[in-house]
């Protein structure tokens, strides 16, 4: 095992010392990684007029059944006016369940639809089968490694939030 201090993908050198081309070659690698990674999604998306904030909401709800408005606001961090235009477009085309709140009738729980639940499923296979054959190709140590990057690249209260969510699945 390394101590950080010798070879890496980036041409041999320390990752304690990275160069601003590196770091550039890391960012567009992100920025092509995730053009790749919502293209499927994208193209489903696109026959149904749907964008990828219709995608989110979809895959946070169907993550934490009958999660709040309020919820979904902070999880996704856009404003509730955005928020309320995406829910609309869901609900009216019957792929989301707005319900009362049981204990606060002021607050809506959100809920996939059976609709909701099969296009959520078709979005999300996509993405499963281009992730399941780069972390297969990459190898596990290179999957811990992305991971370990991703989090530390997550702002403190995103980071708590992606715990928070990893917590209520187990």
């Known amino acids: 095992m390394s101590d950080g201090r010798s070879g890496s993908g980036f041409g041999g050198e320390s990752l304690l010392f990275l160069t601003d081309e590196q770091l550039r070659q890391g960012i567009e690698a992100m920025f092509f990684a995730y053009q790749g990674f919502t293209a499927d999604p994208d193209r489903i998306l696109a026959e149904l007029a749907y964008g990828r904030a219709h995608h989110r909401a979809m895959h946070f709800i169907n993550r934490a059944p009958g999660t709040t408005v309020n919820n979904l ?43 909701g639940r099969e296009l959520e499923q078709r979005l999300s296979d996509a993405q499963r089968i281009r992730m399941r054959a780069a972390y297969k190709q990459a190898g596990p140590e290179a999957v811990q490694g992305f991971k370990k990057v991703l989090e530390a690249m997550m702002d403190a209260d995103m980071r708590r939030a992606y715990a928070d969510l990893r917590e209520a699945s187990q």
């Open 73 to 115: 606001l902070s999880i996704l961090g856009v404003t509730k006016q955005s928020l309320n235009r995406v829910l609309r477009a869901l609900v009216e085309d019957g792929l989301v369940d707005s319900r009362v709140g049981t204990l606060d009738k002021r607050e809506r729980n959100l809920y996939l639809t059976d609709r």
